[in-house]
């Protein structure tokens, strides 16, 4: 019991440190965040997508003009 009494008032002092509103102001003046990973998957997935659209797009247009 002592120790789970002692494991709640470190947690309690942890979670009540300054260090983590320091780095939420610094991550908000350059920009980034939590999903920045995900979000630039996300970018690039876009455009390769947009690659496959014209590959597609002009695979269409030399079938059309072959026939």
Same mark, same amino acid.
Request: charge should be negative; hydrophobic fraction near 35%; aromatic fraction near 6%.
């Given at each position: 019991?002592?120790?789970?009494?002692?494991?709640? +008032? +470190?947690?309690?002092?942890?979670?009540?440190?300054? @260090?983590?509103?320091?780095?939420?102001?610094?991550?908000?003046?350059?920009?980034?965040?939590?999903?920045?990973?995900?979000?630039?998957?996300? @970018?690039?997935?876009?455009?390769? @997508?947009?690659?496959?659209?014209?590959?597609?797009?002009?695979?269409?247009?030399?079938?059309?003009?072959?026939?």
């Amino acid at each position: 019991m002592k120790i789970l009494n002692i494991f709640f +008032c +470190c947690l309690f002092l942890v979670a009540c440190s300054d @260090e983590a509103s320091d780095t939420k102001k610094n991550n908000s003046s350059t920009g980034e965040h939590v999903w920045n990973t995900q979000t630039d998957a996300l @970018e690039k997935a876009k455009t390769v @997508e947009g690659m496959v659209l014209d590959s597609v797009e002009k695979t269409r247009e030399q079938i059309d003009s072959e026939q």
